[in-house]
């Protein structure tokens, strides 16, 4: 397994440097506008409590590795009513819609990549062994730590100017990712012996969990970007 952290952590170095994650550190925007993103990623942060519950998630099991799984799934199939506390402290519920538009956009191409990402990761985790399920989960885990390490650090210029604490996209969930579990077990997880083909199959899936999550982000980034223009009149306006 330790082959396969270090192929994890090659992958994360890479995938911070996409360009969502610029757009994150542009300190010439807003932190409101840098959040923009927030509402596309809905179907995916909604859908990963199920992830977690119903598809990692395995009981009973004597299966050592997979009581490791189910560990994680504890800690991570709950944190989803934070994302909603944070949509209505951003100010997303006081845009009155017709519930039809509201499912109109959550299925519209605008959010393919995000409805996509959940169905794509149950594959992965159905046809892996469990021990090769734990690569996907620390996969999964790192491109999390990615994005709220930035995050965290914007809601915290959020809260400086609002005076509300974000609570999804920032410290409260950033501190819980870092001091999670499997995080924490890297060199137990480095001890793990996998056969040859364990070894190519977890090296496999990993990359695909990247290859998904950097989609994601293009997603994210081309929505934040629509909100910025479609803004832009008004603000043109104003001046």
């Known amino acids: 397994m330790k082959t396969v952290l270090k192929h ?9 440097k996409l360009p969502f994650f610029d757009f994150l550190r542009d300190d010439d925007l807003s932190p409101r506008e840098r959040l923009a993103f927030f509402p596309c990623m809905a179907s995916f942060i909604l859908s ?5 519950r119903l598809v990692l ?4 099991t004597d299966d050592p590795w997979q009581k490791m799984i189910n560990a994680h799934t504890y800690e991570d199939d709950h944190h989803w009513p934070w994302y909603l506390e944070d949509f209505t402290k951003l100010g997303h519920d006081d845009v009155k819609r017709p519930p039809g538009d509201t499912l109109r956009f959550l299925y519209s191409d605008a959010t393919i990549q995000n409805r996509l990402l959940a169905h794509r990761l149950a594959h992965l985790v159905w ?31 959020y809260q400086h100017d609002t005076g509300t604490e974000l609570r999804y996209c ?14 924490n077990d890297h060199a137990e997880m480095a001890g793990i012996v ?20 950097a ?3 293009h997603e994210l980034l081309a929505y934040a970007q629509a909100q910025s223009r479609a803004a832009q009149p008004a603000c043109e306006m104003a001046a």
């Open 8 to 16: 994890i952590f090659q992958h994360k170095r890479a995938y911070a």
């Open 127 to 157: 046809g892996a062994e469990p021990v090769v399920r734990l690569a996907i989960i620390e996969a999964i885990e790192e491109t999390g730590q990615v994005l709220f390490a930035l995050t965290s650090s914007i809601a915290a210029q």
């Open 170 to 183: 920032g410290e409260y969930h950033f501190n819980l990712e870092s001091g999670h579990a499997m995080n």
């Open 57 to 60: 998630r395995v009981e009973p």
């Open 194 to 213: 996998l056969t040859p083909a364990q070894q190519q199959d977890a090296v496999q899936r990993v990359d695909q969990v990247f290859e998904w999550f």
């Open 215 to 217: 989609l994601w982000t």
């Open 48 to 52: 990963f409590g199920d992830l977690n």
